[in-house]
């Protein structure tokens, strides 16, 4: 009889999960689908609408191959859905300026956040980097990429950039010469660090739409946030702080 019991116990078990799994996969779908774009989309974790320019300028830019794929910069399979959360076509960012410097870990983003994040690296970061330290950048400290989240963790808000993978949070700067600058300590730090931050922060404003730092609020005391979301009435507004 005890030789039977577990063998019992098992086939009970099977039984168990076989009559349970079909009551339990409609739930599972649901929690699947709630980052799809499917049209009776809703959600009381963010408030987020159909905004049919963001699949249209992933195209163009998919299209228009502004982003090469190399060793650093690899494409991967679809996020989440092509409207609400997620990106048809995401990359990998391993690095930026053709390897020079490191994004760790890697971040994953939309189409269009790509060139600019090239164009940020190249035209501020590595200039000020030589300026103020005499050093080039070699890493930096990807805070968060993409997240189905509302902005700021914050239920029942919007759905932040993170989650159409169309904004980088950047924390930290390494140089070759071993120096590490953060935003939380550095923003407030020596002379050539706050000086060093800042030219990042501006050259962020000319390349992104949206910039938010340290004297935005206290969710950006430790990182820069940037984004591509389209601003104001003709979508080509900017926030810069
Ligand atoms: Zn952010």
Sequence with gaps: MGVHRPLA????????????????????????????????FKSTYFKAKKEPWRADEEQACLSSRSVVQTRFIRSRSALG?????????????HAAGEGRVLM??????????????????????????RY????????????????????????GAKLSEHGYANALDVSRFKLANGRTITVK???HGDSAERSFL??????????????????YDRNHHDHFHMD??????NGRGNFCK
């Design 132 to 155: 103020y330290f005499g050093s080039p950048v070699v890493e930096m400290r990807v805070a968060a990429s993409y997240a189905c989240r509302p902005i700021n963790h914050r239920r």
């Design 81 to 93: 859905g092509p409207s609400v959360c997620g990106a048809a076509r995401p990359f990998e960012m």
């Design 185 to 187: 300590a550095g923003w």
């Design 9 to 40: 116990l098992t086939r009970l078990l099977c039984l168990m999960s076989m009559r349970i799994l079909p009551a339990v996969l409609p739930l599972l779908a649901l929690v699947l689908t709630s980052c799809s774009s499917s049209p009776s």
């Design 228 to 233: 591509l979301a389209r601003r104001g009435r």
């Design 198 to 215: 800042r030219d990042l922060h501006k050259g962020a404003c000319n390349t992104f739409t949206t910039v938010l730092g340290p004297n």
């Design 104 to 129: 760790k870990p890697a971040a994953l983003l939309r189409c269009p956040m790509v060139p600019q994040v090239e164009r940020w690296v190249r035209n501020t970061v590595e200039p000020a980097a």
